[in-house]
Nanobody
């Protein structure tokens, strides 16, 4: 079991930046891959970015490549999502999630979820 708590969401103008944080409770946090997903009103949930257990492998959705950066600090049981050059279409609830294993792909099924944090980008 991994308990996840996100923070850092808010309202930001187009072109602005936000940094989301997600703290995990389990000792095995450092052994688990992590991901950030988002869901906008009326849309399906989509994977934004993922990172493997040691931070050496990452991937991003095409829609955020070059603008978002996922990273982790296993000493702090924390994963981050730095979001730059934000657009109104980035408005969504952002979720931190963890699968069962150390690796993650765009098709990974996530088992543990945070409560979500709202990101709103004004036009």
């Amino acid at each position: 079991q991994i308990h996840l708590v996100e923070s850092g969401g808010g309202l930001v103008p187009t072109g602005g930046s936000l940094r989301l944080s997600c703290v995990g409770s389990a000792d095995r946090f450092s052994l688990s891959a992590m991901g950030w997903l988002r869901q906008a009103p009326g849309k399906e949930r989509e994977v934004v970015a993922g990172i493997n257990y040691n931070g050496e492998i990452t991937y991003y959705a095409d829609s955020v490549k070059g603008r978002f950066t996922i990273s982790r600090d296993n000493a702090k049981n924390t994963v981050y999502l730095q979001m730059d050059s934000l657009k109104p279409e980035d408005t969504a609830v952002y979720y931190c999630a963890a699968p069962e294993g150390p690796s993650v792909t765009p098709y990974t099924e996530y088992r543990y979820w945070g409560q979500g944090t709202q990101v709103t980008v004004s036009s």
